[in-house]
Every structure is written in structure tokens, then in C-alpha cells.
T-cell receptor, first 116, second 115 residues
Framework: GAGVSQSPSNKVTEKGKDVELRCDPI?????LYWYRQSLGQGLEFLIY????????KSGLPSDRFSAERTGESVSTLTIQRTQQEDSAVYLC??????????????FGPGTRLTVL | DAKTTQPNSMESNEEEPVHLPCNHS???????IHWYRQLPSQGPEYVIH???SNVNNRMASLAIAEDRKSSTLILHRATLRDAAVYYC????????????????FGKGTRLHILP
């Protein structure tokens, strides 16, 4: 079946503009995660959705970052008033519900964001 | 999730076994050991996970120390396509099966395969 998909694959924007990044998780996966990866760095957790529970937003770096999820499907990560330090690859992952120790995360290909 | 420690980088010759170490001295009794890898320009992919016993799958083997404070990912015969960053992660079993915890990825080990 289809894996996790993300769009766009690449986004170039000007400093100060808003951007929206989209993630389509695997059907039936109720857990959805956003990470970002700056050049040469490891993955940085941003936000996590699980079913109808309140999202874990503890990784969002500033109030310019927000994310929404429609039910148990599509998620959108929004960055307002982008800054050059927001340039990174933004990765989305999904997994089956609960029992996190047992379930693997499936990652999308990422969106490469470049802020000029 | 508990912290893990891995070497920054390793090298191995093609077609030879590779042993990637991970230390997790503060592991708790309910933490599972997961390994992911990230090929160049791709998102991470799951490799293997285990709790206490050694595990084998088509990609790799996982050897877990008896005290569980360390583990080793074993690639039995490395190919050039195995060149990637390998992440060792601990994931806790939660009493609530309705909610997972976020995964904390460290910097991982960058594996270079020499032809």
C-alpha cells in the first residue's frame, strides 16, 4: 500500500512569508509525528498527534509554528513569518495506535524548506 | 525516553560484517531498544527492535547485553547501500495503549562503507 506522503517536496520562500507543509499518513495510522532536520543534524521532534487526544506540542520551537490534523488523516504544519533558521527538511511519520514500544514509525520523504 | 550514546561515525569494508554499538546505561525494565537508519536524502526507516533476547530479521540482527545497558546492531554483510546514519532509540511501554510518546532521536552513527 501507499506509504507516508508529503508535499511539496521542495519549498523555497522569502523571509517573512508563511508556508504550509502537508502530510498524508498511512491509512489507519492514528499516530502522526512531525520532525525537522537541519543540514547535518539529527532529527528534532516538533509535534505529535494521537487520535482525538490533545497533541503533544512540546517540540515546537516558537509560536510561529503550528500544526493541525483533520481527524486521523491529513496534517498541515504551518510556519508563519519564516526566518532563515527555519530552513531544514521537515519530516512526517505515522504509526499504528498505542503501544509505542512495539510499533515502528513510517517516515515520509520530507519537505525541504529553504528560506531566503 | 532514556538517553542513548553512539559513536559519531564508523567505517567498514564492503561485504564484511558491521557491528554498531549503542550504550543505554539508564534503560528501564520496560524500555524497548529500536534501531532506525536514514539513507542519504531519505526519511528514516525502521530496522529492528528488541527487549531482552537477541533478534534477527531480514535486514539485521540485534544483540542485547545481558544487563541491557548496551546493544549492538549487526549487519552481517555490508553493502554500499548500507551507508547511512544509524539511530539507536529507547521506547517505553506505556500503560495507556491509546497514546505513544514522542521519539527522541540522537545524532546517530554515520556508517561509511568502503568498496
Amino acid at each position: 500500500g501507499a506509504g507516508v506522503s508529503q508535499s511539496p517536496s521542495n519549498k523555497v520562500t522569502e523571509k517573512g512569508k508563511d508556508v504550509e507543509l502537508r502530510c498524508d499518513p498511512i491509512s489507519g495510522h492514528t499516530a502522526l509525528y512531525w520532525y525537522r532536520q537541519s543540514l547535518g543534524q539529527g532529527l528534532e521532534f516538533l509535534i505529535y498527534f494521537q487520535g482525538n487526544s490533545a497533541p503533544d506540542k512540546s517540540g515546537l520551537p516558537s509560536d510561529r509554528f503550528s500544526a493541525e490534523r483533520t481527524g486521523e488523516s491529513v496534517s498541515t504544519l504551518t510556519i508563519q513569518r519564516t526566518q532563515q533558521e527555519d530552513s531544514a527538511v521537515y519530516l512526517c511519520a505515522s504509526s499504528l495506535a498505542g503501544g509505542g514500544a512495539y510499533n515502528e514509525q513510517f517516515f515520509g520523504p520530507g519537505t525541504r524548506l529553504t528560506v531566503l | 525516553d532514556a538517553k542513548t550514546t553512539q559513536p559519531n561515525s564508523m567505517e567498514s569494508n564492503e561485504e564484511e560484517p558491521v557491528h554498531l554499538p549503542c550504550n543505554h546505561s539508564t534503560i528501564s525494565g520496560t524500555d524497548y531498544i529500536h534501531w532506525y537508519r536514514q539513507l542519504p536524502s531519505q526519511g528514516p526507516e525502521y530496522v529492528i527492535h528488541g527487549l531482552t533476547s537477541n533478534v534477527n530479521n531480514r535486514m539485521a540482527s540485534l544483540a542485547i547485553a545481558e544487563d541491557r545497558k548496551s546493544s549492538t546492531l549487526i549487519l552481517h554483510r555490508a553493502t554500499l547501500r548500507d551507508a547511512a546514519v544509524y539511530y539507536c532509540i529507547l521506547r517505553a511501554v506505556r500503560l495507556s495503549m491509546n497514546r505513544d510518546d514522542k521519539i527522541i532521536f540522537g545524532k546517530g552513527t554515520r556508517l561509511h562503507i568502503l568498496p
